[in-house]
């Protein structure tokens, strides 16, 4: 709650700039080790323009505890708007640490999107104080134990019936028939073939028809993200569509394909985040374009030669 109480006090009083602005606040410079840190973000940018607030936050060495974005509202000059959002951070580490430079995109309608960068910020992290005052002290000697002989009889009985608890159990066991051996795990199905079949259950799906526009964009998103982390080894579940993008181009794609992932993930990004809602033929044309990048980097061909490995599957 405090996280959000943040957010409306970054909706306050300045002036919208001409280009999007970022701007990063921190609630102190100094915490005890595991202390909580409000971290508040804020984008004032222009009505046209969406921002792409990260799915995900590394700010090693600090630990995100809590994300949260808030609804877009009116700038406070009456022109544009203002996007913000609050992070609850902490750290187990000791020193002087580094919050490292947050990523925000914001998206032009025209599909140009401008990258913003916060500034580091340094933070101190102390230990919890312990009290070295006092003067050092001599180290106490072992103890002795009490020679009474009727308090360690519980003891003594207590391993025995262990000791016999355990032979027993090991009895049992050495007389339990030998199980067969397994046989040899089915090797994993090809990638492009899984996201071929799911692609074919999204489109058989009545998302569309029930009106959940965005839920069919984040499926047909999430599908092609897994088929890249998978076939093109590139983490892009964990990615935003920028570094998926980034990695693609390090894979040696070649420019054109990469081109037509970025296109196909800003696509869904507009839905997911920006709130579009594009008409239902519209929506249903992602599944072709999907099924289309899965042929020209499975290596399986066309897609309909991908589609009969599929049933012959």
């Not at 003594?156 to 046989?183: D, I, M, Q």
Request: charge should be negative.
């Amino acid at each position: 709650m405090a996280a959000l109480g943040g957010l409306v006090g970054l909706l306050g009083a300045t002036t919208l700039p001409q280009d999007p602005r970022l701007v990063m606040e921190v609630d102190t410079t100094l915490i005890n080790v595991g202390d909580p840190v409000t971290v508040q973000l804020q984008v004032d940018h222009a009505a046209d323009r969406v921002v792409q607030w990260p799915d995900s936050l590394d700010l090693s060495p600090f630990e995100v505890l809590r994300y949260e974005v808030a609804e877009p509202g009116p700038a406070p000059s009456g022109e544009g708007m203002r996007s913000a959002a609050a992070l609850i951070v902490t750290s187990f580490e000791l020193g002087e640490l580094e919050i490292p430079p947050i990523e925000v995109a914001v998206a032009a309608p025209d599909g140009t999107v401008e990258t913003l960068l916060t500034d580091p910020f340094r933070i101190g992290v102390e230990s919890v104080g312990l009290d070295e005052s006092g003067d050092i002290r001599d180290i106490k000697g072992p103890l002795s134990l009490a020679r009474n002989w009727w308090t360690v009889v519980p003891w003594v009985l207590l391993a025995a019936a262990l000791a016999a608890g355990a032979w027993y159990l090991h009895r049992r066991r050495r007389s339990r028939p030998t199980a067969a051996p397994a046989g040899p795990a089915p090797p994993p199905r090809p990638f492009h073939v899984v996201a071929l079949e799911q692609l074919d259950e999204l489109e058989a799906s009545s998302l569309l028809e029930r009106g959940r526009v965005k839920a069919y964009h984040i499926r047909v998103s999430e599908i092609i993200r897994a088929y890249v982390e998978g076939q093109l080894e590139v983490p892009a579940l964990e990615m935003t569509t920028r570094e998926v993008v980034h990695g693609l181009r390090r894979a040696s794609l070649g420019g054109a394909i990469t081109e037509s992932f970025r296109s196909f993930l800003d696509r869904c990004d507009l839905v997911k985040f920006a709130k579009l809602r594009p008409e239902a033929d519209r929506s249903r044309e992602l599944i072709g374009e999907a099924r289309s990048l899965v042929a020209m980097t499975s290596g399986a061909g066309t897609s309909a030669e991908a589609r009969r490995e599929v049933d012959a599957a």
